[in-house]
Nanobody, 117 residues
Framework: QVQLVESGGGLVQPGGSLKLSCAAS????????MSWYRQPPGKGRELVAL????????VYADSMKGRFTISRDNAKNTVYLEMNSLKPEDTAVYYC??????????WGQGTQVTVSS
């Protein structure tokens, strides 16, 4: 069955770094656009970054540009989110999403990232 399993979240001090991973199984990973979303406490879910399936083009939300890097390893069916210079406002549950066309959409269960001193 389809699975997206995020890992790598945790507690980090302001200015620190974390690298999230999302391991995929049960579908043709390389043909899917992969993205990371986040949901801060009491707020809605928002796009963090995405990476395309064909040419690995990346798109970032403005507040993440220059601090976050999304990448994928199709041989390992894994997408990553490297986060640097973390701020308290980056505290959120981070979700992995896989999309292909308008028919296929899968979500992971999320991983908590807390930025606090």
């Amino acid at each position: 069955q389809v699975q997206l399993v995020e890992s790598g979240g945790g507690l980090v001090q302001p200015g620190g770094s974390l690298k999230l991973s999302c391991a995929a199984s049960g579908f043709a990973f390389s043909s899917f656009v992969m993205s990371w979303y986040r949901q801060p406490p009491g707020k809605g879910r928002e796009l963090v970054a995405l990476i395309t399936s064909d040419d690995d083009r990346t798109v970032y939300a403005d507040s993440m540009k220059g601090r976050f890097t999304i990448s994928r390893d199709n041989a390992k069916n894994t997408v990553y989110l490297e986060m640097n210079s973390l701020k308290p406002e980056d505290t959120a549950v981070y979700y992995c999403r896989a999309v292909r066309g308008s028919r296929y959409e899968f979500w992971g269960q999320g991983t908590q990232v807390t930025v606090s001193s």
